[in-house]
């Protein structure tokens, strides 16, 4: 059997963390845009493997890949309203020196385009 990954957290931990997101920005989106909005997105096991096996073949030249989850938004249709969502996008390391500090030490890779379309937790909840 494989070991747990070192930065696996408990499911308590994963609660309290949605608990304060909710606190602090999920009930501001909600005023905000005057409807519930997603707050998870699920991709199946077969489409991220999918999208890393892409991205490891076209990050052969590429040092230390990675993948960012950025947040976004979908934009209002007459029959839905804008809806957030996440979408990964490939990065690489920045050459040292590059950056210093606290600054990221990792940069889009812009020669792969990045990853949307799971599904949207509706209706949306606590963890």
């Known amino acids: 059997m494989m070991e747990k990954p070192n930065k696996c957290i ?3 931990r994963a609660r309290e963390l949605s608990v304060k997101w909710w606190e602090t920005r999920g009930r501001v989106i909600e005023q905000s845009e005057k ?3 997603v707050c998870a997105v699920n991709f199946s096991i077969a489409e991220l493997e999918e999208y890393l096996a892409y ?3 076209n990050s052969q030249n590429v040092n230390d890949p990675g993948i960012t989850i950025w947040m ?3 934009a209002k249709k007459e029959d839905k309203p804008s809806l957030s969502t996440v979408f990964l996008s490939p990065t690489k ?6 950056y210093e500090g606290d600054e990221n030490n990792f940069e889009e890779n812009e020669e792969i385009d990045p990853y949307n379309h799971g599904q949207g937790m509706w209706p949306p909840g606590v963890y």
């Open 10 to 12: 408990t499911r308590a």
């Open 55 to 57: 991205v490891k073949e």
């Open 93 to 98: 390391k920045k050459a040292p020196g590059t």
């Open 72 to 74: 976004g938004s979908y």
């Open 35 to 37: 409807h519930p909005d």
